[in-house]
């Protein structure tokens, strides 16, 4: 907090850049299923909302993995296993809500229960690399406040858009 500007940059921006690079690979992959979105263009609308829950869902578990560093109370194994779990209860019950919204809204089963499985793992896969990427950085002598949040909300952006088009796919939507 007491470093120049400049300073601050130098150790942000190649954290950074790693999330530039991964902003063009989470374009790449909606790029694929342009077929798709072209034709069902509903599947677009729902492509924040899921890429927007699993980062949140995932930057709670890197502030909670972050916090447990520095308390270090809590061993690590119960700390990861105990918030994945939360990442799929939270991802279940927010999928749950969505599923009458997404059916009343736009009135089709199988996008409400392709968001709604979409919401579910997401939140899951979000909160495992929320608290593992923390953990490992640290592991590697880095420090997690900086790396963790940019590369793990690109990595999360990423698989949560090709966990929504898996779904998708598979339902048939």
């Given at each position: 907090?007491?470093?120049?500007?400049?300073?601050?940059?130098?150790?942000?921006?190649?954290?950074?850049?790693?999330?530039?690079?991964?902003?063009?690979?989470?374009?790449?992959?909606?790029?694929?299923?342009?077929?798709?979105?072209?034709?069902?263009?509903?599947?677009?609308?729902f492509?924040p909302?899921?890429?927007?829950?699993?980062?949140?869902?995932?930057t709670?578990?890197?502030?909670?993995?972050?916090?447990?560093?520095s308390?270090?109370?809590?061993?690590l194994?119960?700390?990861?296993v105990?918030?994945?779990?939360?990442?799929?209860?939270?991802?279940s019950?927010?999928?749950?809500?969505?599923v009458?919204?997404?059916?009343?809204?736009?009135?089709?089963?199988?996008?409400?229960?392709?968001?709604?499985?979409?919401?579910?793992?997401?939140?899951?896969?979000?909160?495992?690399i929320?608290?593992?990427l923390p953990?490992?950085?640290?592991?590697?002598?880095?420090?997690?406040?900086?790396g963790?949040?940019?590369v793990?909300?690109i990595?999360?952006?990423?698989l949560s858009?090709v966990?929504?088009?898996?779904?998708?796919q598979?339902?048939?939507?």
């Open positions: 907090m007491t470093e120049a500007p400049v300073q601050r940059a130098r150790e942000r921006l190649p954290w950074l850049l790693v999330g530039l690079a991964g902003s063009f690979l989470a374009t790449w992959v909606v790029s694929r299923y342009e077929e798709t979105l072209s034709r069902n263009v509903m599947v677009a609308f492509m909302a899921i890429v927007y829950l699993a980062d949140a869902i995932g709670q578990s890197e502030a909670i993995a972050v916090r447990g560093f308390m270090n109370h809590v061993p194994r119960r700390s990861i105990g918030e994945i779990q939360t990442g799929f209860l939270i991802g019950v927010l999928g749950l809500l969505s009458p919204l997404v059916v009343i809204g736009f009135g089709s089963q199988r996008l409400a229960l392709a968001v709604a499985l979409s919401i579910f793992a997401a939140g899951g896969m979000a909160t495992s929320g608290i593992l953990w490992g950085l640290e592991r590697l002598g880095r420090d997690p406040a900086f963790s949040g940019p793990a909300t990595i999360q952006d990423v858009l966990i929504y088009f898996l779904m998708v598979f339902l048939g939507v």
